[in-house]
């Protein structure tokens, strides 16, 4: 049990950043992008390719990073230069996206048994934490600078952020590059914990990622952007240790790791709207009875 849930833990902490990446499209950018399933593939397939070839974990990880910058440069380039729609533009670049992978990789997967990861020396519960905590800090520090607010701005209203000459095509573009960066990073940082790039990696991601985000805002708020990236990071530990005890129960097996993930996003979702109804119909209620004992009062007096 204890083994499981220190798994669930690990799991948590890597996907974490993957979860503030499709938090930076979803809430901030307010963008249903689905760039997201191919991107995380790219890291992993970028890593991998790189450490066998005998290039330094670190090395590959940063240059994961940037092809998941440069992906989401494009989706951003096509929804804003071409005039596409963002849910197509992002799905168009899912799409490219598996074929270049596929020519990154040269096959469906590459191993990294024997090969020196970042994780060769460090355990991922070590090092996850500090680097989760330090990347947290670094958006929350972006978002207050004077282009995070351009873009949490663009996100809220772009009508009024153009009347006010300001060109939202460029802070859509670098907000979807900084999303699809930290799912790349996500995906490299997995692949070496997990020791291997598989092409269907990302089949998923962005609904784990909506979970892992609509369970943290659930669950703990998001008052301000320093609570709100707080709760995702999480919102993806919770999910992990949920699926977790899930998959312990004797008639679920792995392969029903998808249907877990639909229902722990439904009813992520559902749950914030039967407590806003239940509370409104108790205010009602209690309205309601205000009245009755008011005029219950007048009729006594008017009595008298």
């Known amino acids: 049990m204890m083994n499981s849930l220190l798994g669930a833990l690990e799991s948590g902490l890597l996907y974490a950043l993957m979860a ?46 940037g ?17 596409i ?16 992978n596929m020519r990154i990789m040269g096959k469906p997967n590459v191993g990294l048994l024997g090969e020196k990861t970042i994780f060769s020396s460090v355990s991922p519960l070590l090092l996850m934490p500090f680097v989760v905590i330090a990347i947290k800090f670094l958006l929350d520090l972006f978002f207050r600078t004077e282009l995070g607010l351009a873009l949490r701005a663009t996100g809220d209203n772009q009508r009024m952020i153009r009347s006010f000459g300001a060109n939202t095509d460029n802070t859509i573009i670098l907000g979807l590059s900084l999303s699809n960066g930290l799912v790349a990073l996500s995906g490299a940082l997995i692949a070496q914990q997990s020791q291997f790039a598989d092409i269907s990696a990302g089949i998923g991601m962005i609904v784990i990622g909506l979970a892992s985000v609509i369970i943290g805002e659930a669950i703990f708020g998001a008052r301000n952007v320093f609570f709100a990236t707080l709760a995702v990071v999480l919102g993806s530990i919770v999910y992990r240790l949920v699926v977790a005890l899930a998959l312990r129960i004797e008639w679920l097996e792995q392969t029903d790791l998808k249907v877990i993930t639909a229902l722990i996003v439904i009813i992520a979702l559902v749950l914030p709207t039967v407590r806003r109804s ?27």
């Open 20 to 65: 503030l990446g499709v938090y930076i499209t979803f809430r901030i950018l307010d963008f249903p992008d689905l760039t997201v399933d191919g991107s995380f593939t790219t890291g992993g397939a970028i890593t991998a390719i790189m450490i066998t070839n005998g290039v330094s974990p670190w090395v590959s990880t940063i240059c994961a990073f």
């Open 67 to 83: 092809g998941g910058l440069l992906a989401g440069m494009v989706t951003g380039l096509i929804h804003t230069k071409g005039r």
């Open 85 to 100: 729609n963002g849910l197509l533009s992002g799905i168009l670049m899912m799409i490219a996206l598996y074929s270049i």
């Open 278 to 304: 239940w509370k409104q119909k108790a205010l009602a209620r209690k309205r309601s009875l205000e009245l009755v004992s008011d005029a219950e009062q007048r009729s006594v007096g008017g009595g008298l």
